[in-house]
């Protein structure tokens, strides 16, 4: 495994970080995650994400109980807040008390004393900049967080942002969390630069497009078992695009690339994103150890401009 800075700080990440969206806590079983998280370590993975809204917390518990038999030196753990915890006015988005509030629950069910990385899960056109801000700055002033950040927000509140933090001498956003593989590049015009001259890295999230890069699904046939696609716990958040047959008929074409690299298509998938200097890692779930196995071997990875070309002729940007 590899490593790199978090965007401009000095917080060293895995190029590959074990995520838990509509996973742990929800759709695999606790023994199952922890097998999984065993594995991370076990090749060098030291970056894991979740968030307060996974599984309305149940993420957070089952990273927390998995978390206790290792030293808090060997991982760096990013959670977030932004989306409904209650049906209350206040319990959601980026006000100053949402945040302090859900920051300490999240410390509960996590177990810990501090979070490494606390990212703002979208924006709040609700509550002015500056509060959310100077509320996360507090934290970190507080020994709470150590580093903050964001995910999918608009470019115009990137750079609104960074200016407040660099006027006001607060902690500045050292990573942005977007949607970004293969299939899926809106972010390379804009958001990548904007993010790169001020220090903020991408941990970018569904890399595989919830598994369609993997090869996993084949034009004109139903979802196989046991896959994400054919999961009602998982697929919820799968469009027709993603699994159209013009789509997954460009996507087998990726087969040959991967074999003639000695890479897996998920491998290929991943390495393709590690190429980007912008970005500081990519967020991969996983059901079972092998995939983090799999994941986990794109780390390192370069790809022969021939292939790059011929993924930019079938995924134009």
């Given at each position: 495994?590899?490593?790199?800075?978090?965007?401009?700080?000095?917080?060293?990440?895995?190029?590959?970080?074990?995520?838990?969206?509509?996973?742990?806590?929800?759709?695999?079983?606790?023994?199952?995650?922890?097998?999984?998280?065993?594995?991370?370590?076990?090749?060098?993975?030291?970056?894991?994400?979740?968030?307060?809204?996974?599984?309305?917390?149940?993420?957070?518990?089952?990273?927390?109980?998995?978390?206790?038999?290792?030293?808090?030196?060997?991982?760096?753990?990013?959670?977030?807040?932004?989306?409904?915890?209650?049906?209350?006015?206040?319990?959601?988005?980026?006000?100053?008390?949402?945040?302090?509030?859900?920051?300490?629950?999240?410390?509960?069910?996590?177990?810990?004393?501090?979070?490494?990385?606390?990212?703002?899960?979208?924006?709040?056109?609700?509550?002015?900049?500056?509060?959310?801000?100077?509320?996360?700055?507090d934290l970190i002033r507080a020994g709470?967080?150590?580093?903050?950040?964001?995910?999918?927000?608009?470019?115009?509140?990137?750079?609104?942002?960074?200016?407040?933090?660099?006027?006001?001498?607060?902690?500045?956003?050292?990573?942005?969390?977007?949607?970004?593989?293969?299939?899926?590049?809106?972010?390379?015009?804009?958001?990548?630069?904007?993010?790169?001259?001020?220090?903020?890295?991408?941990?970018?999230?569904?890399?595989?497009?919830?598994?369609?890069?993997?090869?996993k699904y084949t034009p004109g046939q139903?979802?196989?078992?046991?896959?994400?696609?054919?999961?009602?716990?998982?697929?919820?958040?799968?469009?027709?695009?993603?699994?159209?047959?013009?789509?997954?008929?460009?996507?087998?074409?990726?087969k040959p690339l991967a074999e003639r690299?000695?890479?897996?298509?998920?491998?290929?998938?991943?390495?393709?994103?590690?190429?980007?200097?912008?970005?500081?890692?990519?967020?991969?779930?996983?059901?079972?150890?092998?995939?983090?196995?799999?994941?986990?071997?794109?780390?390192?990875?370069?790809?022969?401009?021939?292939?790059?070309?011929?993924?930019?002729?079938?995924?134009?940007?």
């Open positions: 495994m590899e490593y790199r800075r978090l965007g401009g700080s000095g917080l060293k990440v895995s190029e590959v970080c074990l995520g838990s969206w509509l996973t742990y806590g929800n759709a695999v079983d606790d023994k199952t995650a922890e097998a999984c998280v065993d594995k991370a370590f076990e090749l060098g993975i030291n970056f894991f994400d979740t968030a307060n809204v996974y599984a309305t917390g149940k993420a957070e518990e089952v990273w927390g109980r998995i978390f206790r038999k290792y030293d808090r030196d060997d991982y760096v753990i990013a959670t977030k807040v932004f989306f409904p915890m209650g049906s209350g006015p206040n319990d959601r988005g980026l006000s100053r008390k949402h945040i302090r509030e859900q920051c300490d629950r999240s410390l509960k069910r996590l177990g810990l004393d501090y979070i490494d990385l606390y990212q703002c899960h979208r924006y709040d056109d609700t509550t002015p900049l500056e509060e959310t801000l100077r509320a996360l700055d709470k967080v150590l580093y903050v950040g964001f995910s999918e927000w608009p470019v115009s509140r990137i750079a609104e942002a960074v200016g407040i933090q660099q006027r006001m001498g607060l902690d500045r956003f050292v990573s942005s969390q977007p949607y970004y593989n293969i299939t899926g590049r809106h972010i390379e015009k804009e958001v990548m630069p904007t993010c790169h001259r001020s220090g903020i890295g991408q941990i970018v999230f569904s890399p595989l497009a919830q598994g369609v890069l993997t090869g139903p979802p196989p078992a046991g896959t994400r696609a054919a999961d009602p716990n998982q697929n919820m958040f799968l469009n027709r695009g993603q699994l159209d047959d013009e789509m997954l008929r460009k996507v087998q074409q990726l690299e000695g890479l897996t298509m998920a491998q290929l998938a991943l390495a393709w994103i590690l190429r980007r200097e912008e970005v500081s890692s990519v967020i991969a779930g996983a059901s079972k150890p092998e995939q983090i196995e799999d994941n986990a071997g794109a780390s390192g990875k370069k790809l022969s401009p021939e292939t790059l070309e011929e993924i930019d002729r079938l995924f134009p940007a």
